[in-house]
Antibody
Framework: VQLQESGPGLVKPSETLSLTCIVS????????WSWIRQPPGKGLECIGYIYYSGSTNYNPSLKSRVTISVDRSKNQFSLKLSSVTAADTAVYFC???????????????WGQGALVTVSS | DIQMTQSPSSLSASVGDRVTISCRAS??????LNWYQQKPGKAPEVLIYAASSLQSGVPSRFSGSGSGTDFTLTISSLQPEDFATYYC?????????FGPGTKVHIK
């Protein structure tokens, strides 16, 4: 299983960050998929996750600005984060939840990460 | 949110040393605790899941223990490739939070 993030590496303040995670080597079906970010030199923060059916769960700290969607026909899922500021500058990872569960599990496959810088 | 803390935040050790890293959750999380290793410029990789289960392909020098709120990652004999940052993560309740990390340096 391989995950690959894609999207612009530079986003202007107040605009919307958009990333896509392309999944290869397995179907996106029957799994939960997460977005996780890591500001430079800092720790990891879960942004939210989506089930292949489309149900979502977002981190309350970001909920008002986050949308995660899935495209089963393309075997990919996407992240949109609106009204970005410099504080949203981070490496954004996509990851798969092991097994067919949202919680009580771990992230078994990760993308390599995509650095997104918020700057004018 | 469940808060995760780790100690120490960093440590220096030599090849062959036994290393122990602690992780504490702000509430009981049963054994829904995972450990990851991250090297610079790379994505984290799971080492231990469900507090004590060794991920396939991970060397047996890594082990995990604990339940409730207190957990431990042990490296029985540190190898050169083990110098990295280690994170604990709870999967009991969303949002699934990570500890701040423990950086293992070469002494």
């Amino acid at each position: 299983v391989q995950l690959q993030e894609s999207g612009p590496g530079l986003v202007k303040p107040s605009e919307t960050l958009s990333l896509t995670c392309i999944v290869s080597g397995d179907s996106i079906s029957h799994y939960y998929w997460s977005w996780i970010r890591q500001p430079p030199g800092k720790g990891l923060e879960c942004i939210g996750y989506i089930y292949y059916s489309g149900s979502t769960n977002y981190n309350p700290s970001l909920k008002s600005r986050v949308t995660i969607s899935v495209d089963r026909s393309k075997n990919q899922f996407s992240l949109k984060l609106s009204s970005v500021t410099a504080a949203d500058t981070a490496v954004y990872f996509c990851a798969r939840h092991a097994g067919e569960a949202a919680g009580g599990t771990h992230f078994d496959y990760w993308g390599q990460g995509a650095l997104v810088t918020v700057s004018s | 949110d469940i808060q995760m803390t780790q100690s120490p935040s960093s440590l220096s050790a030599s090849v062959g040393d036994r290393v122990t890293i602690s992780c504490r959750a702000s509430q009981i999380i049963s054994t829904y605790l995972n450990w990851y290793q991250q090297k610079p410029g790379k994505a984290p990789e799971v080492l231990i899941y469900a507090a004590s289960s060794l991920q396939s392909g991970v060397p047996s020098r890594f082990s995990g223990s604990g339940s409730g709120t207190d957990f431990t990652l042990t490296i029985s004999s540190l190898q050169p490739e083990d110098f990295a940052t280690y994170y604990c993560q709870q999967s009991y309740n969303a949002p699934f939070t990570f500890g701040p990390g423990t950086k293992v340096h070469i002494k």
